[in-house]
């Protein structure tokens, strides 16, 4: 099978990516993560090649991602009655944003895809401002005074900003999920079904 210059220049960037996050990882951490870092680079490159096939992955990885992580001892650990977490917690972290982020890309690269969500984004648009309008104010009037007196222990401040990283980062979904649905009846009749069962599955698993 003949590969297209596009395809060509995927695979080769992806190797050279994960070449360098892999020395990365092995200088200053070690072996174990620089392999899994090489592994997440390489799944980023083939999630950016299939995006309709990343994003089943990732609904179906979603629901498992506490299950995953919290199976696995090492990541989590009791020191002086605190909760220590290893070099491998970034990984199990980002695990998931592996599959999303590399789809997203390459369908906002797709301009016939994006054409299509603009005839439909003006409403949804309104409302994503209005939310993240309303946690913007959460952040500045409550975690910022929360900080400033100390009245609440930890770090108010970093907890908004994770928050709202989170949200701004999951918002375009909107665009994955419009990319996703090819068929309103039989997609969203599937959707919600496939979900009901897997629950179902991680709940006896």
């Known amino acids: 099978m ?3 210059n596009k395809e060509f220049l995927i695979i080769i960037t992806t190797i050279v990516v994960a070449f360098l996050v892999s020395s990365i990882l092995a200088i200053f951490v070690n072996l174990a993560v620089s392999i899994l870092g090489a592994l997440l680079v390489i799944i980023c490159g083939v999630a950016y090649r299939f995006p309709r096939q990343s994003l ?24 002086g009655g605190k909760v220590v ?10 695990a998931k944003d592996v599959f999303y982020f590399p789809a997203l890309i390459a369908i906002l690269l797709s301009s016939y ?26 952040l500045f009037l409550v ?4 900080q400033l007196s100390g009245s609440v222990p930890g770090q108010p401040i970093l907890m908004g900003i994770i928050g709202l990283k989170i949200l ?9 999920g419009y990319y996703l649905i090819r068929d309103r009846n039989q997609d969203l009749t599937f959707f919600p ?5 897997l629950l179902f599955a991680v709940v006896y698993v």
């Open 2 to 4: 003949k590969l297209s």
């Open 56 to 79: 089943w992955l990732f609904l179906i990885y979603l629901p498992l991602t506490g299950t995953i992580t919290y199976s696995f001892g090492s990541v989590y650990s009791a020191v």
């Open 85 to 94: 977490f290893s070099t491998l917690y970034p990984i199990f972290h980002l």
């Open 113 to 138: 895809w994006l054409k299509q969500f603009r005839q439909t984004a003006k409403s949804v648009l309104i409302g994503s401002l209005v939310l993240l309008g309303t946690c913007l104010l959460t």
């Open 143 to 146: 975690n910022v005074p929360q």
């Open 168 to 176: 701004i980062g999951y918002v375009p979904f909107l665009v994955c």
């Open 193 to 197: 079904r496939f979900h009901i069962h």
